[in-house]
């Protein structure tokens, strides 16, 4: 058994480590779709391994709490996978191109939610999470970074576009070096004691804020000083996290610059290109007319702008652009109804709920790594409402919402326990 949880451990951090590096070169989806498939494999193999032990255990399932954010991530899933089966999109199901937008994407999400409860039972599951958080992005920072100020050619093909990158566009890796920029801070305080470890995780830090600084995202700016803040007010009257608290604030004050002061730099990669909140609000109204409650089915967006995108779509600079897609929740609400956005709402808000409570219990070590998930999580959420999210947004979203939610009640229970030895203490006293 412990053979196996070992594995366990071994095949999910691996899996977070290649995330945001692993792409099909030739493709036209480089990252998306090897992404996509890299989840699949790595959740069939999570997947098997649990009911390896399953088996051996007895069918015994151990000890599973249930949330509320649980039953809306299962009841989520269930909604896309109804929604594929009503709409008249053959591919609603698998998805166009089998990246991110069928519904088996969402019901394999889902699954990955309630795997990764199996690495949250001890501070070290988090730890190797968190870290291969960190390094896959730290890798994908230096490419871009490297790919960006040229100091020397890639040697390859599809690495000539100025958009190019491991993770997949520009907003999809500006997300993910800022989540791991903040995992970053977390690490580098755990590891003062160690200057080998505490070089490192320096060095990869400076790499993130590089291509952070190269890119040159606005949102990136404002998400970051948000995310600085929060972590700030959480710390400020801390005694054991003063590393992060100080680069907290080093990471606020360089966020004002930017966001105050325009740097243009020549050599600043292409952004996707979005349409206004408007235009992709009239295909949701179109969407949403068809099936008030399941709406148009999952991966049916893109036919569904093409029916109902204003006519200025066709007459401006937006005729020749390569779009992106809407923010997600509005995606989300046209291919999924009424009742697929009531579902990502409500696991949003059961998340929300649960960090807050784990905030105010927090203590210890333990704490200190739920406060950092908890305020990675909110940068990821907080984009979905702005932007559409990624193979990798969308894996990380799962694991984070896991993680919160698992963090939460671990808490609980440990200052139940604690509770309860001073109250038998406090007996035997007595006595």
């Known amino acids: 058994m412990k053979a196996l949880n070992a594995i366990y451990r071994y095949v999910f951090g691996v899996f977070v480590l290649f995330v945001p590096l692993v792409f099909l070169p030739f493709n036209f989806y480089s990252a998306e779709l090897a992404k996509a498939w890299l989840a699949y494999s790595a959740v069939a193999i999570l997947f098997i391994l649990w009911g390896t032990e399953f088996v051996l255990s007895g069918m015994q399932i151990g000890r599973f709490s249930v949330r509320k954010a649980d039953w809306f991530v299962g009841l989520f899933a269930i909604w896309a996978l109804l929604s594929s089966w009503i709409s008249k999109d053959a591919g609603s199901f698998v998805g166009g191109n089998l990246v991110a937008s069928g519904s088996f994407f969402v019901a394999i999400g889902a699954l990955l939610y309630f795997l990764s409860r199996r690495m949250w039972n001890r501070p070290s599951g988090v730890l190797l999470t968190l870290a291969a958080i960190f390094w896959g992005a730290v890798v994908s920072a230096a490419v871009a970074v490297v790919h960006l100020i040229k100091p020397f050619s890639l040697g390859a093909a599809f690495s000539t576009s100025s958009a190019f990158n491991l993770t997949g566009d520009t907003y999809a890796l500006g997300l993910y070096i800022l989540v791991a920029l903040f995992v970053g801070f977390l690490l580098i305080s755990r590891s003062r004691t160690n200057k080998g470890w505490l070089s490192a995780y320096i060095i990869g830090v400076v790499i993130m804020l590089a291509a952070l600084i190269l890119l040159n995202i606005l949102w990136v700016w404002i998400m970051l000083g948000l995310g600085s803040a929060i972590v700030i007010a959480y710390l400020i009257n801390s005694q054991t996290e003063r590393h992060v608290l100080a680069l907290s604030i080093a990471a606020l004050a360089l966020s004002f610059i930017f966001i105050l002061v325009p740097f243009n730099w020549k050599i600043s990669p292409q952004n996707p290109v979005t349409l206004p909140y408007s ?30 995108e204003p006519k200025e779509v066709n007459e401006n600079q937006y005729f020749y652009a390569a779009l992106s897609g809407p923010p997600e929740f509005l995606r989300i609400f046209a291919e999924e109804g009424y009742g697929g956005l009531l579902f990502y709402l409500g696991i949003i808000s059961a998340v929300v709920i649960a960090g807050i409570r784990a905030v105010r219990r927090s203590f210890g070590a333990q704490g200190s790594l739920l406060r950092i998930a908890v305020v990675a999580w909110l940068i990821v959420t907080l984009f979905s409402f702005v932007y559409p999210l990624s193979v990798s947004g969308w894996l990380l979203f799962w694991i984070l919402s896991s993680l919160v939610v698992s963090g939460s009640l671990a808490l609980l229970e440990a200052r139940e326990e604690t509770e309860i030895i001073i109250e038998e203490t406090a007996i035997q006293y007595e006595q």
């Open 279 to 308: 235009y992709n609000w009239q295909a949701v109204r179109g969407s949403i007319g068809q099936n008030f409650f399941f709406g148009s089915g999952p991966d049916s967006w893109s036919v569904q702008m093409l029916r109902f």
